[in-house]
Structures are given as C-alpha cells and as structure tokens.
C-alpha cells in the first residue's frame, strides 16, 4: 500500500500538534486510505453517477490527480484535522434531506433542494485546484456556475459580498467538538467572484456525486483562489452588503485573507508560496501560478489593487 506523506509543512503547523502527531489516529487513517483503494467511497453502497458534458473550455490540459488521493487525501475539519479523517469518518454524515436557505440581499430569496439543482444542466470541469498548505491537484468537478443559482434568487444593487455557510451536524460531526475554528464554517466572496464564470456550485467529482468527504452534497469551488475559500456542504448563501467574517481570517488574520487569491510572490508567513506538491508527487517541484494559472481570466478582477496588502 503507498504511504502518502504529509505536506512538508503544514496540519502539524495550522493545527494543535497533539491532534497531528496523534500517531493511532493517523494509522487509522492510513488503513481507511488503504480501504479506498480496494473499494470506493463508501462501503455500503457505490457512489451514484452523475456524468456531465466536459466543457473543453474551462478544463485545463493536464492528467487529473488519481481518485484515490481526490477522495482520500482531504481537508474537512468537521471530521478532524487529519488528512486522512474524512474519509474514515464522513460516511455518517446526512446529506437528506438537504436544501439550501437563499437570502439576504436579493429579489426572491428561496430555499433551493438539492433535488432541483441535481436536475439542472451540469457539466463537468477540470480545475487546477491549491490549497494553502503548498499541495495541488487537478480534480474533474461537475456543477453549474453559481452565477446561475444567483439568476434565481435575483441579487440586488445593495449585494457586494456572498457568504457560505457550511452544515453542522454534532452528531456525525466529531471535529466540531475541537475548537480549531469558530464554527460553523463560514467563507465569503465578493460578489464580481461569486459571479464569474469559474465559480462552480459544484455536486458531484470524477463522474459520480460528491463523496462526502469532499463537501457532499454541494460545494463552491473557486479554482483561482487556495482551497480554504471552496467551503463544503452549504446550508445557507446569504448577499450581504459588508464583507463577511470568514472562519480562516478569524482564526489566524495575518496568515489567511479575505482574498486568498493564490500568488507566489505572497508567502504564507511560515511558509513558502513559490512552489506546491502536486499531488501525487512527494516534493514541492511545481512552480505556483499567479492565480493559480487562471490570470487570464481573472486578473482584471483587482485592477489596480495591491495583491500584498489585499492577500
Ligand atoms: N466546511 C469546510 N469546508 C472546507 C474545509 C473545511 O475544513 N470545512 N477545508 C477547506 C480546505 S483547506 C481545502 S484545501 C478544501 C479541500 O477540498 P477537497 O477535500 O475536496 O480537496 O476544502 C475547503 N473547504
Ligand atoms: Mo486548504
């Protein structure tokens, strides 16, 4: 069975070292990444397909990092800091009945199923995606752009920010019990990023609905930006006008912005941004991109900002 090393820096430096270093829970994890090999996310039942169109467009040219390591290897507090504990322990979470409470600064605000949105045309999208923590993989998404969940609920002129909320479920949720964030997980955008057309309300990875290790049943994913910006399982999508509190900026301000657009002439203060693992490599070898590669589209966004105050 391979053995995938932890980040050269990172959990044992964001979180409480007795959580990391806790060796049985990291071998128990290892063993449920062992399982994943053998047989898929769950071993109850096999994931159900969603297959969507590729749009050739918004899929970058590159081999997408092995399922394994997608579904395997995860940042998920709620299940626990370790890489390897949503997937060992995500599979009680609930994912139905679930809905998504729309509002805040919006023509008809809406409480959307899942249901309908499953029911949209979607289509599957292969994305650079960064986490802070200097690791990478290119992931093949399937979702809608949030741009056309917003077209629904009609945002006003007073909407400049949007604000994600993550479900809390204490009884499938250990992580919650661990006061490494002041849950319930909350990220914002500002409402330009929201609405751009990379932003992907994202239901489903690899063909088959999300995993739920990897933010079941709906997640944002924002491929410019690192990865603590794609909030998982959202409950509630509030337009609001101030720019919100987000989990990150709470817990640690100077080492996680608002914007956390990624840049490799911004390092993290303990830590390098200039190169990322692409996973499944075991060395930092790969040079970052200035927005994750996604300028081009994305740059003229902050015209005329300062990147390093604005990080
Ligand atoms: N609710 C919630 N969303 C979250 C996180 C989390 O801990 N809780 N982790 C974030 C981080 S740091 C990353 S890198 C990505 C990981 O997504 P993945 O596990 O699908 O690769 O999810 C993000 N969204
Ligand atoms: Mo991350």
């Known amino acids: 069975m391979p053995m995938f090393r932890p980040p050269p820096i990172a959990p044992s430096e964001i ?9 049985r829970r990291f071998m128990q994890g290892a063993a449920a990444l062992g399982a994943l090999g053998a047989g898929g996310g769950s071993a109850l039942a096999a994931p159900a397909a969603l297959a969507a169109p590729r749009n050739a467009a918004f899929s970058v040219d590159a081999e997408p990092t092995p399922k394994k390591l997608v579904t395997g290897y995860n940042n998920y507090y709620e299940f626990g800091t370790g890489k390897y504990d949503p997937a060992a322990s995500a599979d009680q979470m609930k994912t139905r009945p679930w809905t998504i409470e729309v509002g805040g600064e919006v023509e008809k605000p809406q409480t959307i199923d899942i249901e309908a949105l499953l029911k949209m045309q979607l289509q599957e999208r292969v994305y650079r995606f960064r986490c802070v923590e200097a690791w990478s993989m290119v ?23 949007v604000k994600f909320t993550t479900a809390m479920q204490p009884e499938t949720m250990p992580g919650l019990r661990v006061p490494v964030l002041d849950w319930p997980y909350v990220e914002g955008l500002r409402i330009d990023e929201a609405m751009h057309p990379l932003t992907l ?25 690192y990865g603590f910006k794609s909030v998982k399982s959202i409950v509630k ?11 990150w900026n709470k817990a640690a301000a100077n080492e996680y912005g608002f914007y956390s657009n990624v840049n490799p002439n911004v390092d993290h203060p303990r830590w390098t941004q200039k190169r990322e693992r692409a996973l499944p490599a075991l060395f930092a070898s790969r040079q970052t991109e200035i927005f994750n590669g996604y300028g ?4 003229s966004l902050y015209a005329g900002m300062d990147l390093k105050s604005n990080f």
């Open 237 to 247: 999508i509030e337009f609001v006008e101030q720019q919100p509190g987000t989990a």
């Open 139 to 161: 992931v093949p998404w399937v979702g809608l752009e949030f741009n056309q969940l917003a077209k629904m609920v009609g945002p006003t002129s007073k909407a400049k920010y």
């Open 15 to 23: 979180t409480p070292q007795s959580v990391f270093l806790d060796r």
């Open 201 to 225: 309300l994202t239901l489903g990875v690899y063909g088959e609905i999300l995993p739920n290790q990897n933010g079941a049943p709906v997640r944002i994913i924002v491929p410019w930006k």
């Open 296 to 299: 081009d589209q994305v740059a």
